[in-house]
């Protein structure tokens, strides 16, 4: 069963950091490529990241751009987004998805909230 | 900056035929924007109905179909159940944008 499980969030300051996980089972992790995306509270979907299976190829979402960092460890079967100078507007919930074939939202993550306030 | 156009609100009967559009504000929606279109009930995950246009993922219910239809990409559900009820997005792609609509709220009544 493909399972996909997200961690790290939580309440954080505006200003600081805060280091995402996805834990992949299932699936040959390092055949898929991931993305991530998010949901404000009450909002709608935001794409942010897409990282290629190998790492070779990665893409964000201008408002991220610089702030955050994605990054995956196959031999872990672990997908990571790093969150620097966090924002109030960065409050959501943060999903991981697992690519299949040409699909990039093969599979879904139920998330991780975090919580930018002071 | 692109922006993705849904309508923000429909209704349908049970039983009934809806479609839900996407456009884009930079033109016409086409199969190179490898449409997509995603599911999300209340307090759940999003779940993919249909990628690149019209293809389908195993669980996807044989009542969804996506299409292109008038200049922008189209999810019409035919014979609508009460479990329908739900937010629908679309994606679209863009050379290195890629972004979502801000959703339809599927009403089944």
């Known amino acids: 069963e493909v399972q996909l499980v997200e961690s790290g969030g939580g309440l954080v300051q505006p200003g600081g950091s805060l280091r995402l996980s996805c834990a992949a089972s299932?699936?040959?992790?390092?055949?898929?490529?991931m993305t991530w995306v998010r949901q404000a509270p009450g909002k709608g979907l935001e794409w942010l990241s897409f990282?290629?299976?190998?790492?070779?190829?990665?893409y964000y979402a201008d408002s991220v751009k610089g702030r955050f960092t994605v990054s995956r460890d196959n031999a872990k079967n672990s997908l990571y987004l790093q969150m620097n100078s966090l924002r109030d507007e960065d409050t959501a919930v943060y999903y991981c998805?697992?690519?299949?074939?040409?699909?990039?939202?093969?599979?879904w993550g139920q998330g991780t909230l975090v919580t930018v306030s002071s | 900056q692109a922006v993705v156009t849904q309508e923000p609100s429909l209704t349908v009967s049970p039983g009934g035929t809806v479609t839900l559009t996407c456009g884009s504000n930079?033109?016409?929606?086409?199969?190179?924007?490898?449409p997509y279109w995603l599911q999300q009930k209340s307090g759940q995950a999003p779940r993919t109905l249909i990628y690149?246009?019209?293809n389908k993922h195993s669980w996807t219910p044989a009542r969804f179909s996506g299409s292109l239809l008038g200049g922008k990409a189209a999810l019409t559900l035919s014979g609508a159940q009460p479990e329908d009820e739900a937010e629908y997005y679309c994606?679209?792609?863009?050379?290195?944008?890629?972004?979502f609509g801000g959703g339809t709220k599927l009403s089944v009544l």
């Open positions: 998805a697992r690519s299949c074939g040409s699909s990039w939202f093969c599979y």
């Open positions: 299932g699936f040959t992790f390092s055949d898929s490529s």
């Open positions: 990282i290629s299976s190998s790492s070779s190829i990665i």
């Open positions: 930079t033109g016409a929606v086409t199969s190179g924007h490898y």
């Open positions: 690149d246009t019209s």
């Open positions: 994606f679209l792609s863009y050379s290195e944008a890629w972004m």
